[in-house]
T-cell receptor
Framework: GENVEQHPSTLSVQEGDSAVIKCTYS??????FPWYKQELGKRPQLIID?????GEKKDQRIAVTLNKTAKHFSLHITETQPEDSAVYFC????????????FGAGTILRVKS | GAGVSQSPSNKVTEKGKDVELRCDPI?????LYWYRQRLGQGLEFLIY????????KSGLPSDRFSAERTGESVSTLTIQRTQQEDSAVYLC???????????FGEGSRLTVL
């Protein structure tokens, strides 16, 4: 099956600094790569996603880069703010129809003010 | 409703009892997923429905777990003879036909004593 590894498991940054979270995957047929944010006690919510036909996507302070050859993709958060503190999960589409989402183990991001 | 609804929000049961967890997806969403999230852990895939069919049941941990979906709408996850290791938050998510954003419910927190 698809194997998704996410690093680091925890990340502490100073407010205003950048944060980078990386995921690697095993199935070269995967073509959809979303990132979800889960605040404490809340449901996961999509923050950004990318498909395999592009290498980078940006939405204000958040960007995702994809390297299909190396089978890894990364989440970049610039100018971090305390409200960015949460658990971030990467996911990869997998399966015969490419619509099974397998999640990474998550990264706890703490932004210190 | 506007979002994914899950019930009950909290369930405390005794070891050996059966439990049923319900998910009402967003109207019109053909894809429905169940995930399990243990405390402080990631999202563990359980089962996926496309319409009323479940093309992928590979994530169900044991034959004590089963799920069904009717009317391309409501889904029920049933856990028979519950064990303490079943304690977790069970998250339901729904999405459109093509792989894209999943909308999660608030989850059902199950505690097995």
């Amino acid at each position: 099956g698809e194997n998704v590894e996410q690093h680091p498991s925890t990340l502490s940054v100073q407010e205003g600094d950048s944060a980078v979270i990386k995921c690697t995957y095993s199935d070269s047929a995967s073509n959809y790569f979303p990132w979800y944010k889960q605040e404490l006690g809340k449901r996961p919510q999509l923050i950004i996603d990318i498909r395999s036909n592009v290498g980078e996507k940006k939405d204000q302070r958040i960007a995702v880069t994809l390297n299909k050859t190396a089978k890894h993709f990364s989440l970049h958060i610039t100018e971090t703010q305390p409200e960015d503190s949460a658990v971030y999960f990467c996911a990869v589409s997998w399966g015969e129809y490419g619509n099974k989402l397998v999640f990474g183990a998550g990264t706890i991001l703490r932004v210190k003010s | 409703g506007a979002g994914v609804s899950q019930s009950p929000s909290n369930k405390v049961t005794e070891k050996g009892k059966d439990v049923e967890l319900r998910c009402d997806p967003i109207s019109g969403h053909t894809a429905l997923y169940w995930y399990r999230q243990r405390l402080g852990q990631g999202l563990e895939f359980l089962i996926y429905f496309q319409g009323n069919s479940a093309p992928d049941k590979s994530g169900l941990p044991s034959d004590r777990f089963s799920a069904e979906r009717t009317g391309e709408s409501v889904s029920t996850l049933t856990i028979q003879r519950t064990q303490q290791e079943d304690s977790a938050v069970y998250l339901c998510a729904s999405g459109g036909t093509n792989t894209g954003e999943l909308f999660f419910g608030e989850g059902s927190r199950l505690t097995v004593l």
